[in-house]
Structure formats: structure tokens, C-alpha cells
């Protein structure tokens, strides 16, 4: 046994994060994944950011333990094959612009009568309806609609250097899903999942950065917003975050630091050194950056004080806690090379090694798959030549583009 969604199969239709985010949480925790992609590119995260050989960093992240199935949806004979691989499947994940599974035909009503149990879910932007329902949509317009801009910096906002929500909603996916699938154990009844990326955004933001905005009326005790509350400062040789809510431990602080910062009226309750952050950043700096880190750390561990020194991108993997919980792995991927990412945060007893497989090549499965479902040999190689002729056509692209910028 694989994991505790062994036996479950699920059919993705999604591209990029949010939507395999999903099917990868399920795949990691046993089901079969199969990723259906469309011809020639396929998912478009295969050409986003780093690669090697053609393999891309991201998508290898997001798409291990998934099989690949290439199929012309504009094509009914593989719409067809479609609905013969949903036909025995418990779960669809898809993640088109609302309007576009109905022109397809595959949308939950359509699929519904085909399998009645399915859970069939699908990932928006904005939603189904409404008047930005039809918008192309990326993380960092959800960023900037539920406040997440202007909460790094309400003068001036700013992204978060992340897709986070793109990614808050690819975890509440796969958690609805297998609420669904225990659902459907209990009752027999399938169910229709519509998420979208504004309400998952808005589910993960509200209950700190919205503290302010959350009781109505009057009689309220307004306090400082959570993430003014955080500090960052310098040693000689790193940056570190340290949280001094408590005022036991500011003053600790200061005593370590040989001043009576937290004897000052501006500084001596946590809503002045809010409202003084940048002057009290400054105090503290001055006298931390004469410090070694590593004196620091020591000190800051036998007085009890929470903090972290800040990791750079290319030092989290030599982290010794990240060391110690084995928390990182490198695998070696038949095509793309070395690599290094996180494993799940989960482990359950009835799995095997992580991971399992690797992410596909695109199409890797379709023999496989449409030979199980009984299609036909003929039908099968024109596929498989269509895809060897797409995969010339991106080859010679790759090199046309090598040598102008060459």
C-alpha cells in the first residue's frame, strides 16, 4: 500500500500551481493521479523558471508521482477517451476559466451522468460568476483584491515574493477533496467542488491580518496588527528576527544588550515600539551589529528568547534543524538530474520510499493508460506520432532560439 488514498483515482485537468498543488498533495498520500495535458506544450509550468534537459524545476516539484496523458480536447474522439477514464475515476480536478469544461462538455453536469459519485472540482480565479469571473487571473492580482499588498505596505504596496495563494488554494483543494471522498463513503453521493483563489486567499488572510477589520460596531479594543508586531535586526554577520510581544522579553533584550531601551516611555509597552518601530530598529541595531552571530544565537538560547537567524535561499538546506528533521531530499530524476525539494510534511506508516515515481515526460502514459481502456491500436499511434512530430517541431524551436541568441 502507497498511502492512505491508495485505490483512488484521480483525473487532472490543471496547469501551472493551484490545480497540481492539489493532485499532488492526493498523489503523495497514495491516490493515482493521471494528468491530462494538452499537445505539443502540455502544462505550461513544464517551461517556467530553472530546467535542465528539458526538464523543469517547478513542474518536476509539483507533478512527481502523477502519470501523463496527452489529449486534444478540440478533438471529440478524445473527448471520448476523456470521459472512459473519468468514467471509473473518484475524483476531476480541473482549473479552466469558468465557461470553458461547459463548452468542452465536461462539465459536473455533464460528467454527473455519466459518474454519478465523481467529485468533481473546480479551481478559479475569482469564481464562477460575478464580474471578474472571466479574467485571466494570477496570484498577484489575488494579492492586490484581498489586501495582501497593501498589508506589506500600506503607502507603498508590494507583492509577497511568493504565489501563496495560489498555493492556499491548491492545499484547501486537496483538503475538500478528501472531506468529500469520506463524504461520499458514508453517503454514496458525489459532490461538486467550486474553489476559488479569492475566497481560499481570503480564508488563509483573514483571521490575523484582518484582526482589525473582523468585529463591528463600536466598543472595540483595537490592537496593533499581527505583522507590526515582528521584529528585524542585525548582527555583525546575519540578520535575525526575534518576537518581543512580551514585554519580559523585551526587557530580557535589553538587559542582554547592556541598555534601558525598555525603561523609555516610547519603548517600553508594545504599542510604542510599534508605533517607534524604525527608531527602535536603529537602537537595537546599534548595538547588535558589534555582535558575532554565533555569541548571539548562544546568548539568546540560554535566556530564552525566540528567534531565528535569516536564512538565505541557498542556505536553508544547510540549516541544521531542516538537517535534522531530514526534511529536504535529493533525488536523482532520469532526466532532469540531481535534485533537491521537500518531502510531505506527513508521513503515514502505510507508505513506501519517497517519492514514488518521478514527475512524466508529457504523454509518458498514453500507451499505457489507452491500452487498459481498450482503445485502438491505430488511434493509439496516431496519437504517439502526433506527439513525436510536436516534440520535433519544440526541439527545433529550442535550437532556432539557441543560436539567435547565441
Known amino acids: 500500500m502507497s498511502g492512505p488514498l491508495d485505490g483512488y483515482k484521480v483525473v487532472e485537468l490543471t496547469s501551472t500551481v493551484s490545480g497540481p498543488l492539489a493532485g499532488l498533495m492526493l498523489a503523495d498520500q497514495g491516490a493515482e493521479v493521471i494528468k491530462v495535458e494538452p499537445p505539443l506544450m502540455g502544462d505550461l509550468a513544464r517551461f517556467m523558471g530553472s530546467s535542465r534537459n528539458g526538464v523543469g524545476a517547478m513542474f518536476s516539484v509539483l507533478n512527481r508521482n ?6 486534444d480536447l478540440k478533438n471529440e474522439d478524445e473527448i471520448s477517451i476523456l470521459k472512459e477514464i473519468i468514467k471509473d475515476s473518484d475524483v476531476l480536478i480541473e482549473n479552466y476559466r469558468p465557461g470553458i469544461v461547459q463548452k468542452l462538455g465536461i462539465d459536473y453536469d455533464s460528467i454527473k451522468e455519466i459518474n454519478p459519485e465523481i467529485i468533481y472540482t473546480s479551481i478559479s480565479g475569482y469564481g464562477q460568476s460575478g464580474p471578474y469571473a472571466e479574467r ?11 489586501g495582501t499588498a497593501s498589508a ?4 507603498d504596496p508590494e507583492f509577497v515574493r511568493n504565489v501563496i495563494f495560489d498555493k492556499a488554494t491548491g492545499l484547501t483543494a486537496a483538503q475538500s477533496i478528501t472531506a468529500a471522498l469520506l463524504q461520499k463513503e458514508k453517503t454514496g453521493k458525489g459532490e461538486y467542488l467550486p474553489i476559488s483563489m479569492l475566497e481560499a486567499g481570503l ?12 468585529l463591528l460596531g463600536e466598543d472595540i479594543n483595537l490592537a496593533a496588527d499581527l505583522y507590526d508586531t515582528f521584529s528585524l535586526f542585525k548582527t555583525k554577520d546575519k540578520s535575525l528576527a526575534v518576537i518581543l510581544v512580551a514585554d519580559p522579553d523585551f526587557e530580557t533584550l535589553c538587559k542582554f544588550l547592556d541598555c534601558n531601551l525598555h525603561e523609555t516611555p516610547e519603548f517600553s509597552t508594545l504599542l510604542g515600539r510599534v508605533e517607534n518601530a524604525s527608531k527602535l530598529t536603529q537602537e537595537i541595531n546599534s548595538r547588535l551589529q558589534k555582535l558575532d552571530s554565533s555569541f548571539v544565537g548562544k546568548r539568546f538560547e540560554e ?4 528567534f531565528s537567524f535569516v536564512n538565505s535561499l541557498d542556505e536553508v538546506h544547510e540549516d541544521p534543524q531542516v538537517i535534522d528533521q531530514g526534511s529536504l531530499v535529493e533525488i536523482e530524476h532520469p532526466v532532469g538530474g540531481l535534485m533537491r525539494y521537500p518531502k510531505p510534511p506527513f508521513n503515514f506508516s502505510s507508505q513506501d520510499s519517497f517519492p514514488k515515481t518521478h ?3 508529457l504523454g509518458q502514459h498514453n500507451r499505457e493508460i489507452l491500452s487498459n481502456l481498450g482503445v485502438e491500436e491505430e488511434t493509439i499511434k496516431r496519437m504517439e506520432e502526433r506527439e513525436k512530430m510536436n516534440a520535433d517541431m519544440l526541439k527545433q524551436m529550442a535550437e532556432l532560439a539557441a543560436q539567435q541568441d547565441a
Open 136 to 146: 485571466k487571473v494570477y496570484d498577484p492580482l489575488i494579492q492586490a483584491t484581498i
Open 152 to 155: 506589506q505596505n500600506p503607502e
Open 203 to 214: 480564508y488563509f488572510l483573514w483571521p490575523d491580518a484582518m484582526w482589525s477589520r473582523t
Open 359 to 361: 514527475s512524466p515526460s
Open 303 to 306: 535566556l530564552g528568547l525566540s
Open 66 to 71: 502523477k502519470r501523463s496523458v496527452v489529449l
